[in-house]
T-cell receptor, first 113, second 113 residues
């Protein structure tokens, strides 16, 4: 299977608080997990990614964690700011005949000033 | 646009007409992709090509056609058979089939009038 489930579909967070978005996948051969941010009317842009040989990766206020046993990975945004408001997509890269990214359905994150 | 250019930015089509969306990249990427995005929705794969002169159907290929005669170019034709073509269309490219992520173009917003 190549599906990926993403939750929640919408998330509102007070400015300065943390936001967490979770994705679950079914392809046990998946080995690359990127996260994309899409601002209104713009193109998705890669913000962070993780490979299956590590469990966590951090870049300033953004972190991604991966649990390969449970087949889920999460995006964590700390000290949220208004410019974090956007739609976030998780994705995973399949393998063995399914070598392309499969995207989650997206999470609309709204930061409340 | 980070090396991948979509044109035009806005496109209006009369019902019953075919229209072609352009996607050009100078990143020397082997693979290219077309996605459709409806308001508030996720990314749905239309077609993809991992090598010149070869392409595969995605999840919603009906009513669309593509060609890949050059590595740099992957045009998408929206045919009259596509009953609801109004949407935001995104082109992407990748090296190594996506194992290093995708680079997206800035999109074409197609409206049927």
């Amino acid at each position: 299977g190549e599906n990926v489930e993403q939750h929640p579909s919408t998330l509102s967070v007070q400015e300065g608080d943390s936001a967490v978005i979770k994705c679950t996948y079914s392809d046990s051969a998946s080995n690359y997990f990127p996260w994309y941010k899409q601002e209104l009317g713009k193109r998705p842009q890669l913000i962070i990614d993780i490979r299956s040989n590590v469990g966590e990766k951090k870049d300033q206020r953004i972190a991604v964690t991966l649990n390969k046993t449970a087949k889920h990975f999460s995006l964590h945004i700390t000290e949220t700011q208004p410019e974090d408001s956007a739609v976030y997509f998780c994705a995973h890269f399949g393998n063995f005949g399914n070598e392309k990214l499969t995207f989650g359905t997206g999470t609309r994150l709204t930061i409340i000033p | 646009d980070g090396g991948i250019t979509q044109s035009p930015k806005y496109l209006f089509r009369k019902e019953g007409q075919n229209v072609t969306l352009s996607c050009e990249q100078n990143l020397n990427h082997d693979a290219m992709y077309w996605y459709r995005q409806d308001p508030g929705q996720g990314l749905r794969l239309i077609y993809y090509s991992q090598i010149v002169n070869d392409f595969q159907k995605g999840d919603i290929a009906e009513g669309y056609s593509v060609s890949r005669e050059k590595k740099e170019s992957f045009p998408l034709t929206v045919t009259s058979a596509q009953k609801n073509p109004t949407a935001f269309y995104l082109c992407a490219s990748s090296m190594d089939r996506g194992f290093y992520g995708y680079t997206f173009g800035s999109g074409t917003r197609l409206t049927v009038v």
